[in-house]
């Protein structure tokens, strides 16, 4: 017998003992929504347009129309008038405007197919996509406010209510975003949130008091979400009020159908 046979028998037999057999299935969904969160916000920080909209127009607005006495504010200090309505338009250029127009695009060329491929839902798409709008958020605030401080900005109330405000803005604005990036084609989105931002910064209390418009429409334009939260966050902010229980409601309710309704509609392709 070949001595060298006889050794290799125990190493087959220890081979045969290996459970090579394959075991697919998904990822948690936890890993998944972190691995989106990743990406989305790796695309978000490498698109100029986006770093125009999210960035420099917010900060141009608020050194422009503090410093030159171009809109008249009311009583009180400019700067602590307009600080609070750039942060919220801020959130609304990233929850919003920024991510209806990227994701109106991803369903157009394919992306958002691929992505339907895949065992990620349309929930978890959502909250990926709203994990790092938050992300890129706190940059924002963080450069808003710093140029803010720098004007002589002092600002005052409870960073918790802050909080609330931003999160629950973040969430309507995201539903809102989405709602329309996954019904309307990508070029009917462009123009729309395009047209829906010019139309919100006009008449949502940004740079102009709500005070300035007819008693007849003010109701309507107390009811958008930009004007919450732009109007909170000044309760909050310039006026040390405490949380404002009437445009958390708002906010709240605008994110509750908002998110409800992607979820129900939203189309991959």
């Not at 299935?25 to 986006?50: K, S």
């Not at 125009?52 to 422009?64: A, E, S, W």
């Not at 405000?165 to 604005?173: Q, Y």
Request: charged fraction near 15%; charge should be positive; aromatic fraction near 4%.
């Amino acid at each position: 017998m070949d001595p060298g046979a006889a050794r290799a028998r125990p190493q087959e037999s220890r081979l045969t003992t290996l459970d090579l057999t394959p075991a697919p299935g998904a990822a948690p969904l936890r890993r998944m929504v972190a691995a989106q969160t990743g990406a989305e916000i790796q695309a978000m920080l490498r698109n100029g347009e986006q770093l125009l909209l999210t960035m420099i127009i917010p900060v141009l607005l608020l050194v422009g129309l503090s410093v030159a006495p171009i809109i008249d504010v009311g009583g009180g200090s400019r700067i602590d008038f307009m600080a609070p309505g750039v942060l919220a338009l801020a959130v609304m250029s990233t929850a919003f405007t920024g991510q209806a127009i990227a994701t109106g695009f991803e369903r157009r060329y394919g992306v958002l197919k691929r992505l339907g491929a895949t065992p990620l839902s349309r929930t978890g798409l959502m909250l990926a996509k709203t994990l790092a709008v938050i992300a890129v958020e706190v940059i924002q605030v963080t450069v808003i406010c710093g140029v803010a401080l720098a004007l002589g900005w002092r600002p005052a109330g409870s960073p918790l209510a802050v909080l609330l405000l931003v999160v629950l803005g973040t969430a309507a604005f995201s539903g809102l975003g989405l709602l329309m990036a996954g019904t309307l084609r990508a070029e009917a989105t462009l123009a729309a949130a395009n047209l829906v931002y010019l139309v919100l910064l006009a008449c949502g209390g940004v740079a102009f008091p709500l005070t300035r418009f007819p008693e007849s429409v003010r109701p309507v334009l107390e009811s958008l979400p930009i004007s919450a939260l732009s109007g909170g966050l000044r309760a909050v902010l310039s006026e040390g009020a405490g949380p404002p229980l009437t445009a958390l409601a708002v906010l709240a309710a605008w994110a509750a159908v908002s998110l409800f309704l992607t979820s129900r509609t939203f189309r991959w392709e």
